[in-house]
């Protein structure tokens, strides 16, 4: 008899509770999103990196007070070529919301305009140099999926925002030439990538650091969908990406004023424009859990 007020509660919440909440099932498309357990998927992908320059052509100019007119100190152009893009990305889902941590490989190379670099095979037509670069990126961003999640869909769409880095490994060391476009009264050390300029009778030394291996912070923001074919516990599917990759220029120049204070002044350096990493990819994702 003890048993029996445990049973009367029983019933009584059998009763209360609806029958739809009981015979609920999770793989239905009215079954709430945000009640669903976690899902992982794992995408290789292939397709093409487009970066755009890393240096503006004039960076500065001063009057000098003999001649009278405008010199200006400048770089070569210096870019990435577009090439082939590899990546790998695993991906953390809950409901329609995602954590990822993805990596890239590019193999290109960086294309110096100008005068060629020593020791390095070069075009007379277009007097430019070529050094092979390998380019990585990797990062990690949030995920949001433009739809309520659920097993059956078989179209993905979604966008992404991230942060990390990009690391260029050049196959040799190089070191970027600096030029004026007036002689006036500047002079050139003995290394290309060093130059003095005077300018009112106060001395500035301009010059530009060795390239080998540089590694710089990146945002990156883009767009994406996949399109799935559910198997099992899991998916099979084919996942296109765009996306941009931003990040400042590796190349800087440094500014030091030569003064009776001190051998070397600071003076705030020279940044160029920010360089976009633009890629389209194409792969297969396969996916863990419904």
């Known amino acids: 008899m003890r048993h029996a007020p445990l049973a009367f509660i029983s019933l009584v919440v059998l009763a209360l509770v609806p029958a739809s909440s009981i015979a609920q099932d999770w793989s239905q498309p009215w079954a709430d999103p945000q009640d669903r357990p ?3 998927d794992i995408s290789a992908s292939a397709g093409f990196l487009v970066p755009t320059r890393w240096t503006d052509l004039v960076l500065l100019g001063s009057i000098a007070p003999a001649a009278g007119v405008l010199e200006q100190v400048f770089t070569r152009g210096m870019s990435v070529e577009p090439d082939k893009e590899y990546e790998a990305a695993a991906t953390y889902w809950i409901a329609r919301y995602g954590f990822r941590a993805q990596a890239g490989y ?10 060629p670099l020593p ?5 007379a037509a277009s007097n430019t140099t070529s050094v092979g670069v390998e ?12 739809l309520d999640y659920a097993p059956s869909r078989t179209v993905w769409p979604y966008g992404f925002v991230g942060i990390g880095g990009i ?22 050390s ?4 060093t130059i003095v ?73 020279v940044r160029f ?8 990819t194409a792969g297969l994702v396969v996916q863990i859990g419904r």
Request: charged fraction near 15%; glycine fraction near 14%; aromatic fraction near 8%.
């Open 190 to 193: 003995p290394g290309t990538n």
């Open 135 to 146: 380019t990585w990126l990797y990062d990690i961003r949030g995920a949001i999926g433009f």
């Open 167 to 188: 690391t260029y490994n050049l196959k040799r060391t190089i070191t970027p030439p600096l030029s004026f476009l007036e002689g006036g009264i500047a002079r050139s």
């Open 197 to 269: 300029v005077v300018d009112g009778g106060r001395q500035f030394l301009v010059s530009i650091g060795e390239l080998k291996t540089e590694s710089v912070f990146a945002f990156n923001v883009g767009l994406g969908t996949d399109f799935r074919v559910p198997l099992g516990a899991g998916g099979l599917g084919v996942r296109l990406e765009i996306a941009d990759h931003i990040a400042p220029s590796p190349l800087v120049i440094n500014l030091r004023e030569l003064s009776t204070a001190g051998p070397f002044a600071p003076v705030d350096d």
């Open 119 to 123: 020791g390095a095979s070069s075009s």
């Open 106 to 115: 590019s193999r290109s190379s960086l294309t110096i305009g100008g005068a």
């Open 38 to 40: 976690p899902r992982v």
């Open 273 to 280: 424009r920010v360089v976009h990493h633009l890629s389209a």
